[in-house]
C-alpha cells in the first residue's frame, strides 16, 4: 500500500551527481498546481545540479529525480 508524501528532501552540489548539500522541505502545500522551493545562499554566478527525492510518513524515500542544473542567480 503508498504512503502519502510527508515531504521533500532536495540534494545539490557544485559537480554532477555529487550532492554535498541536503535540504529536508517537509511537505510543501501546492501554489498553483505546482511545488516549489527557493534554495537560500547560494553563490551567484556558481553552477549547481540538483535533484529532489519525497518520503512518506514511514521514512521511506523515492528514487531520486532527474538532475537538473542552473547557475544561481
Partial sequence: ??????GYKVYYGTAP????????????APSGGSVSYTIR?????????????????FG?????SSEVMDVAK
Fill in 60 to 64: 521511506n524515500e523515492s528514487g531520486a
Fill in 17 to 28: 551527481n555529487i550532492y554535498v548539500n541536503l535540504v529536508d522541505v517537509g511537505a510543501l
Fill in 41 to 57: 545562499g547560494l553563490t551567484t554566478g556558481r553552477r549547481y545540479y540538483i535533484t529532489v527525492s519525497a518520503y512518506d510518513t
Fill in 1 to 6: 500500500m503508498t504512503q502519502p508524501v510527508a
